[in-house]
């Protein structure tokens, strides 16, 4: 593998890492959604530059899954309702509050 090609990889790496320290501290599920998204391209694109590099073809159809997964991800969540990690209630809260 050459320089190039490692310091891609390795900077792609790094920020599959960021982004997912972003998702653990996002504070709605939408922004969630968002960083576990990007993390999943990253992904995709990390094994694509790999099967290149290391001329693996099965790497090339793992990433092509994990487009496909996130697409489904994506258009699932989509339709969702927002709601804020604060205001998030355990099962049986809403119930309690309604009374």
Known sequence: MSLFF???????????????????????????????????????????LLAEVAEVSVLRDA?????????VTVSTTASRPQVPRS???RPGVAEERAR
């Open 6 to 48: 490692a310091g891609v990889v390795v900077l792609l790496a790094l920020t599959v890492l960021s982004v997912l320290s972003w998702w653990v501290r996002a504070s709605t599920s939408h922004e969630r959604v968002l960083a576990a998204t990007f993390s999943g391209s990253l992904g995709v694109a990390l094994l694509l």
């Open 63 to 71: 990433a092509l899954v994990l487009a496909v997964l996130g697409a």
């Open 87 to 89: 205001q998030a209630t």
